[in-house]
């Protein structure tokens, strides 16, 4: 049961415009959000995240949007520079009575920046 | 802020050898580590959650005794892949996460460990 989406396995955008990747999730309990780079053979670096009672964080070039009632959320970067290109994971987690709090990461889309 | 390391960035060994990897927090203190796997082009799937001065809990359809965790201290987890064999080859990616500052539960990776088996 995949409970995190992303439906677009790649994308491929100019040099400055926008860069629009989106994930769907099933599980209405997820409490937070985090969307992560990563290039091959690294592991992912953390980009940004939000909190299930926001709709919106911005960092930068990075927004993240959060849809409850459609249970999506999306990453916009602008704008798209070359060194963006990587494969992008979105990932939901709850919080937990415990220390621990898992992570469900989606399948990633690959993201190629072109000049 | 928050880097974690892994050792070694890649090792081949025989089938039927034990290999150890280990994944630190350099930075900060983590009483909780994850343990990951990566397939070519597939996601990270959750393999275990290694947790300090205690028993690691495994994901369901994770052989405990093959994947042997141990969260011996507060910077250092290790995971040893015992009695590997030829499928057991993929890329192991550690996390750990920094005691909570906001309102959600970032995970800061290793650089991943490429094993190999021969």
């Known amino acids: 049961d995949q409970q995190v989406k992303q439906n677009s396995p790649s994308l491929s955008v100019q040099e400055g415009r926008i860069s629009i990747l989106n994930c769907d999730y099933t599980n209405s309990m997820f409490d937070y959000f985090l969307w992560y780079k990563k290039y091959p053979a690294e592991g992912p670096t953390f980009l940004i995240s939000?909190?299930?009672?926001?709709d919106k964080n911005e960092d930068g070039r990075f927004t993240v949007f959060l849809n409850k009632s459609a249970k999506h959320l999306s990453l916009h970067i602008v704008p798209s520079q070359p060194g963006d290109s990587a494969v992008y994971f979105c990932?939901?987690?709850?919080?937990?009575?415990?220390?621990?709090?898992?992570?469900?990461f989606g399948t990633g889309t690959r993201l190629q920046v072109t000049l | 802020g928050a880097v974690v390391s892994q050792h070694p960035s890649w090792v081949i060994c025989k089938s039927g050898t034990s290999v150890k990897i280990e994944c630190r927090s350099l930075d900060f203190q983590a009483t909780t580590m994850f343990w990951y796997r990566q397939f070519p082009k597939q996601s990270l799937m959750l393999m275990a959650t290694?947790?300090?001065?205690?028993?690691?809990?495994?994901e369901q359809g994770v052989e405990k005794d093959k994947f042997l965790i141990n969260h011996a201290s507060l910077t250092l987890s290790t995971l040893t892949v015992t009695s590997a064999h030829p499928e057991d080859s993929s890329f192991y990616i550690c996390s750990a996460r920094p005691p909570r500052g906001g309102p959600t539960y970032e995970q800061y990776f290793g650089p991943g460990t490429r094993l190999t088996v021969t």
């Open positions: 990932a939901a987690g709850r919080y937990d009575t415990g220390t621990a709090s898992k992570l469900t």
């Open positions: 939000i909190s299930s009672i926001k």
């Open positions: 290694s947790n300090e001065g205690s028993k690691a809990t495994y």
